[in-house]
């Protein structure tokens, strides 16, 4: 069994419970079931949300030894980490980037990402269908 990361930051503890206009109503635990049904037979899921940047990078280097592929939505720290970025680095799989809402169409302090520079694909818009799409895509990478 090869286990995916699907690691989430700041604030998405909230998700289905404030701002649905802009996230929706589903929650974490809806994202967690999705990311399961989309896996290929031979992949777990591990879905982790924290909201200290220290503790993603935990997972991000933990990811080294215990994942095939991450999966990370990095919130707010999308736009300001460069400590996520160099731990992404340190990573040698499948790493794509999932946003919610579309961030290209909001503020444009949104429109940076240094997760970027690392992730092999970038995923915005399509609300929590967006870690279904990035999951499907990793399991075919890893061959399955
Ligand atoms: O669209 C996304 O997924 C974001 O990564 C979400 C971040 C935001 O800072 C990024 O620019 C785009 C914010 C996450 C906040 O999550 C909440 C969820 C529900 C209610 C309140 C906050």
């Given amino acids: 069994m090869q286990t995916i990361f699907v690691l989430n930051g700041p604030n998405l503890n909230l998700l289905g419970k404030r701002q649905p206009e802009i996230y929706g109503s589903a929650t974490l635990e809806d994202v967690t079931a999705l990311c399961e049904a989309a896996a290929s037979e031979g992949f777990d899921i591990r879905l982790e949300q924290s909201n200290h940047e220290g503790q993603i990078i935990d997972w991000i280097h933990e990811a080294r030894d215990k994942a095939a592929a991450i999966v990370i939505n990095p ?12 731990a992404l680095h340190t990573f040698e799989g499948p790493v794509v980037e999932v946003h919610i809402s579309n961030v290209h ?3 444009s302090f949104r429109h940076h ?23 499907r895509y990793v399991c075919g990478q890893l061959g399955k």
């Fill in 105 to 107: 169409k909001r503020e």
């Fill in 113 to 135: 990402s240094y997760v970027s520079l690392r992730a092999d694909g970038v995923i915005a818009g399509l609300g929590i269908e967006g870690y279904a799409a990035a999951v």
């Fill in 75 to 86: 919130a707010a720290f999308t736009h300001t980490s460069v400590a996520i970025l160099d």
